[in-house]
């Protein structure tokens, strides 16, 4: 590719920045809200027309030009001519563009006309909530969409989208987000010697992607202690009502997860099934690899949705296991105290022990003027008492097994 050119750099002509700019939206809102408010906009919208999502931040560009010899890193935040301009200078070198933050919309649109990206692609991008998916344009290049993912502290899975562009010694990387997973790939292209330098731009692309499936198992392996700790919390937490929210919630997260999971298992068997003269045959070794991994990912996520189903079945077998528990209590000591108290409400009874005439009626309750009466209902009742605990411990209904 001649870099001498003049406009477009590194692809056929695109519509000019009026046949797609729109005026930005600013609205201080919640990202759900964001994301709900720029479908609504979004509703009836000529395709192509480019937005950006409320919050976006403004863009930091890193140009690393890197060959099996030589490397070179530099930030050009606020210089795109000049990051243009070192991509120049440099053929003979791979090239990654790294783009952290939307918030500029005319220098997304100079990127989309030096590029030679389709407005489709990068209203893609702007949208940020994409799923994993792979497109093949213009000779061979190709455009992946991949979601990166993080366990949060606050026990939620936050996924950032991370489009990649490929070109003939260039890679495009775009994200909403200055942090992310990618520091190690920067680092292996620090490193020298490394395979990323020796090999083809396309490679990087695909150390991309593997990158971002290799962190859904830090992922995955902090979701999985988190259930462990909710297993163990079964059995101990007090409040059960916050014990179930969190069941359900880290439920919401791991269904999201698989979610998240599948696109991306699709789009490494469409790059696959990609001709050789798109995808060469070596580095679909290396995405067939890429392909194991999302599979393995997959399978955590089923197993874990299954413990996520049994753990709720546990939670509710231990609660109705404890509710048992109380019934059975309540009714020990409401079947000790019901012959009590047909002894006490029998001997309650008014009946008069003489008549009007003042003789002796035997037959009216003669206990109540007995001289030990008193004691010796007592000693029958503590009897009956007695006497229902021994059953009840024969029975086996006083043990806690």
Same mark, same amino acid.
């Given at each position: 590719? &001649?870099? #001498?050119?003049?406009?477009?750099?590194?692809?056929?002509? +695109?519509?000019?920045?009026?046949?797609?700019?729109?005026?930005?939206?600013?609205?201080?809102?919640?990202?759900?809200?964001?994301?709900?408010?720029?479908?609504?906009?979004?509703?009836?919208?000529?395709? *192509?027309?480019?937005?950006? $999502? @409320?919050?976006?931040?403004?863009?930091?560009?890193?140009?690393?030009?890197?060959?099996?010899?030589?490397?070179?890193? !530099?930030?050009?935040?606020?210089?795109?001519?000049?990051?243009?301009?070192?991509?120049?200078?440099?053929?003979?070198?791979?090239?990654?563009?790294?783009?952290?933050?939307? *918030?500029?919309?005319?220098?997304?649109?100079?990127?989309?006309? &030096?590029? *030679?990206?389709?407005?489709?692609?990068?209203?893609?991008?702007?949208?940020?909530?994409?799923? @994993?998916?792979?497109?093949?344009?213009?000779?061979?290049?190709?455009?992946?969409?991949? /979601?990166?993912?993080?366990? +949060?502290?606050?026990?939620? =899975?936050?996924?950032?989208?991370?489009?990649?562009?490929?070109?003939?010694?260039?890679?495009?990387?775009?994200?909403?987000?200055?942090?992310?997973?990618?520091?190690?790939?920067?680092? /292996?292209?620090?490193?020298?010697?490394?395979?990323?330098?020796?090999?083809?731009?396309?490679?990087?692309?695909?150390?991309?992607?593997?990158?971002?499936?290799?962190?859904?198992?830090?992922?995955?392996?902090?979701?999985?202690?988190? =259930?462990?700790?909710?297993?163990? /919390?079964?059995?101990?937490?007090?409040?059960?009502?916050?014990?179930?929210?969190?069941?359900?919630?880290? $439920? $919401?997260?791991?269904?999201?997860?698989?979610?998240?999971?599948?696109?991306?298992?699709?789009?490494?068997?469409?790059?696959?099934?990609?001709?050789?003269?798109?995808?060469?045959?070596?580095? $679909?070794?290396?995405?067939?690899? !890429?392909?194991?991994?999302?599979?393995? @990912?997959?399978?955590? @996520?089923?197993?874990?949705?299954?413990?996520? #189903?049994?753990?709720?079945?546990?939670?509710?077998? &231990?609660?109705?296991?404890?509710?048992?528990?109380?019934?059975?209590?309540?009714? =020990?000591?409401?079947?000790?105290? =019901?012959?009590? #108290?047909?002894?006490?409400?029998?001997?309650?009874?008014?009946?008069?022990?003489?008549?009007?005439?003042?003789?002796?009626?035997?037959?009216?309750?003669?206990?109540?003027?007995?001289?030990?009466?008193?004691?010796?209902?007592?000693?029958?009742?503590?009897?009956?008492?007695?006497?229902?605990?021994?059953?009840?411990?024969?029975? *086996?209904?006083?043990?806690?097994?």
């Amino acid at each position: 590719m &001649d870099f #001498s050119d003049p406009m477009p750099l590194f692809g056929p002509a +695109t519509p000019t920045p009026s046949d797609c700019q729109s005026p930005p939206v600013h609205l201080s809102v919640t990202d759900r809200e964001a994301t709900r408010l720029a479908r609504e906009q979004n509703v009836g919208q000529r395709p *192509g027309t480019l937005r950006l $999502k @409320a919050g976006a931040l403004k863009p930091r560009l890193f140009l690393f030009s890197y060959d099996e010899q030589a490397f070179e890193e !530099a930030e050009f935040t606020g210089r795109y001519d000049e990051l243009l301009a070192q991509m120049r200078r440099q053929p003979q070198r791979k090239h990654w563009v790294d783009v952290r933050g939307y *918030g500029d919309l005319p220098l997304m649109e100079q990127f989309m006309n &030096d590029f *030679g990206l389709h407005p489709l692609q990068l209203e893609d991008v702007l949208s940020d909530d994409q799923r @994993a998916k792979v497109e093949v344009f213009d000779e061979g290049r190709l455009f992946l969409v991949s /979601r990166m993912t993080e366990f +949060t502290a606050e026990l939620e =899975i936050n996924d950032d989208q991370l489009s990649i562009f490929t070109g003939p010694n260039y890679v495009l990387s775009f994200q909403d987000d200055y942090d992310d997973c990618l520091e190690v790939l920067r680092n /292996r292209i620090r490193t020298n010697p490394s395979q990323l330098r020796r090999k083809s731009s396309g490679y990087l692309a695909y150390a991309l992607t593997d990158v971002v499936l290799d962190h859904y198992y830090p992922t995955m392996a902090a979701i999985g202690d988190y =259930i462990g700790e909710l297993e163990d /919390r079964i059995f101990t937490e007090r409040s059960e009502r916050r014990l179930l929210n969190r069941i359900l919630r880290i $439920k $919401k997260d791991v269904v999201r997860f698989r979610r998240l999971v599948y696109p991306e298992r699709d789009k490494i068997a469409e790059i696959l099934r990609l001709p050789d003269e798109v995808v060469p045959e070596e580095l $679909k070794t290396y995405y067939r690899d !890429a392909y194991d991994h999302a599979i393995q @990912a997959l399978d955590l @996520a089923e197993s874990y949705r299954d413990n996520i #189903s049994s753990l709720a079945d546990l939670f509710l077998s &231990d609660q109705s296991n404890r509710m048992n528990e109380v019934m059975k209590v309540l009714t =020990i000591i409401s079947s000790i105290f =019901i012959p009590l #108290s047909f002894v006490v409400g029998l001997y309650g009874m008014n009946f008069q022990h003489e008549d009007t005439h003042g003789h002796v009626l035997p037959l009216n309750m003669p206990e109540l003027y007995a001289p030990l009466g008193y004691p010796i209902l007592l000693g029958i009742l503590a009897l009956i008492v007695v006497g229902q605990l021994y059953y009840f411990w024969r029975k *086996g209904w006083l043990s806690g097994d």
